[in-house]
C-alpha cells in the first residue's frame, strides 16, 4: 500500500516548527527520523527494525518502552508511505507527556515545502529541527554561470543551496588539425561556433532566470578570456546583463566549477547584501523626511497600516525573535506587501533598530 502526501505550505511548516520546538522529552526518548528526497525508504526501515533491537538494551523501563513504541509507530508509517516522497519525508514521534508516568504518544510526519537534504536518526530529549528551520530562512537568489568553450552549467544559489538548473555542450573542436583548410579559415570557424554556443548559452540564461522573482544577481565564472568573451559577444539580454554582479577565474565549466564559483564570491555576495540594504534603508529614511505620511514605524502604526492593507514594503530587524514579529509577516503576506529583513552589521542598520526595528513604505498616504 503506498499512501500519498503532499508538501506542507510556509505557514504549516513555520507552525509545526514552533509546536515541535517546545517539546521536550522527560528523558532521550523523542525519536527524529529524516529521510532526503530521493533515499530508498526501505533501507531507513531497516535500520530503525536495527534500532528497535539496540533500544532493548536502555535500562530505564519507561524510556525503553517508549522509545521501542516511538520507532513501531515510524516503522508502520514508512510502510504505509511504500515510498520516498518527492520532497523527502521528517517524521516525529515520542511521548510528549510532561508527567512522570504517564504517556503521551504522538507522531508527525511532514513532507516539506522544498526538498529535504539531511539523511538522520536521532533519539534525544528534543527533536531535531534545524533542516526544516533553515527552509523558513528568507532566502536570497543568485543566479551561477561557469562557462568556458566547451561546456557551461547553469546553477542557482538558494540561501546556502546549490542547486544545478542546466548543463549545455559547446561542440567547438579543440586542437585538431585543419587538414587541407588554412589555418585561418579554421579558426573563423572555431570563432563562429564559439560565438554560436555563446548565444546557446545566452538563451539558456533567459529561459533559467529572466521571470524569476528575487533573483538578486548573476555571478560569472570561467576561464579569463572566455568569461569576458561571453559577456560582449553572447548577446544576454539587457535586464540579466544588468544583474552581473561579479565575475570569477576559473578553470573548470562543471558542477565542480559551480561550487567553486560559490566557495569564490563570498566577497561578492557580502557587498551586494551590505549594498542592497543600506539602499534600502536610504530610501526609507529619506521617506520619512521628505514624505512622512507615506511611511510607518513602531509596532502600532506598522499594524495599523497592515490591516488597511497600505503596505508596500515591510521592514524588520533582524534583531527580534521570530515569535515577535510572526503577525507582522503573516498580515504582509496576506496583502502582498514585500518583505525585507534588515540586519544591524551596519550604520543603517542599526539606526533602524535604534528607531523602532519596525518600519514600513506604504502604497498610499494614510
Given amino acids: 500500500m503506498v499512501e500519498s502526501t503532499n508538501p506542507v505550505s510556509i505557514d504549516e511548516l513555520e507552525e509545526l516548527v514552533e509546536l515541535l520546538g517546545s517539546i521536550r522529552g522527560r528523558h532521550t526518548e523523542l525519536v527524529t527520523v529524516l529521510i532526503p528526497s530521493g533515499h530508498n525508504i526501505n533501507t531507513v526501515v531497516d535500520q530503525l527494525e536495527a534500532e528497535k533491537s539496540t533500544a532493548k538494551n536502555i535500562k530505564s523501563t519507561a524510556t525503553r518502552k517508549n522509545v521501542i513504541e516511538a520507532l513501531e509507530k515510524i516503522t508502520r508509517q514508512l510502510r504505509l508511505l511504500g515510498r520516498t516522497p518527492k520532497n523527502g519525508v521528517a517524521i516525529y514521534a515520542g511521548n510528549v507527556s510532561q508527567v512522570e508516568g504517564q504517556e503521551d504518544m504522538q507522531m508527525w510526519t511532514i513532507e516539506p515545502p522544498e526538498e529535504l537534504t539531511t539523511r538522520l536518526y536521532r533519539c534525544d530529549q528534543v527533536f531535531v529541527l534545524d533542516p526544516l528551520q533553515e527552509m523558513l530562512e528568507v532566502k536570497e537568489l543568485y543566479g551561477l554561470l561557469v562557462i568556458d568553450r566547451k561546456e557551461a552549467t547553469i546553477g542557482l544559489l538558494e540561501g546556502k ?16 588539425r585543419a587538414g587541407g583548410q588554412s589555418a585561418a579559415r579554421y579558426s573563423r570557424v572555431i570563432e563562429g561556433k564559439a560565438k554560436d554556443f555563446f548565444k546557446k548559452v545566452a538563451e539558456a540564461m533567459k529561459e533559467n532566470f529572466f521571470d524569476m522573482k528575487n533573483l538578486k544577481g548573476i555571478i560569472i565564472g570561467g576561464p579569463m578570456p572566455t ?46 547584501e551590505i549594498t542592497y540594504e543600506k539602499e534600502l534603508l536610504e ?19 506598522v499594524k495599523k497600516a497592515l490591516e488597511v492593507a497600505a ?42 533598530w535604534n528607531l523602532s526595528g519596525l518600519g514600513a513604505m506604504l502604497r498610499y498616504a494614510l
Avoid at 549545455?168 to 579543440?174: A, E, N, R, W
Fill in 161 to 176: 543551496k546549490i542547486k544545478i538548473l542546466q548543463k549545455l555542450q559547446s561542440g567547438v573542436p579543440g586542437k585538431i
Fill in 227 to 272: 568569461k569576458d568573451d561571453f559577456l560582449k559577444e553572447g548577446n544576454m539580454v539587457t535586464a540579466l546583463k544588468d544583474k552581473v554582479i561579479g565575475m570569477k577565474d576559473l578553470g573548470y565549466a562543471d558542477e565542480h566549477g559551480i561550487d567553486l564559483l560559490v566557495e569564490s564570491s563570498g566577497d561578492i555576495l557580502k557587498e551586494q
Fill in 283 to 301: 530610501k526609507f529614511f529619506n521617506m520619512l523626511g521628505k514624505e512622512k505620511e507615506k511611511t510607518a514605524y513602531g509596532v502600532e502604526p
Fill in 311 to 352: 503596505v508596500d514594503t515591510l521592514l524588520l530587524s533582524k534583531k527580534f525573535k521570530k515569535d515577535d514579529i510572526k503577525d507582522f509577516i503573516k498580515k504582509a503576506e496576506e496583502t502582498g506587501a514585500k518583505i525585507e529583513h534588515v540586519s544591524v552589521d551596519t550604520e543603517e542598520g542599526m539606526q533602524f
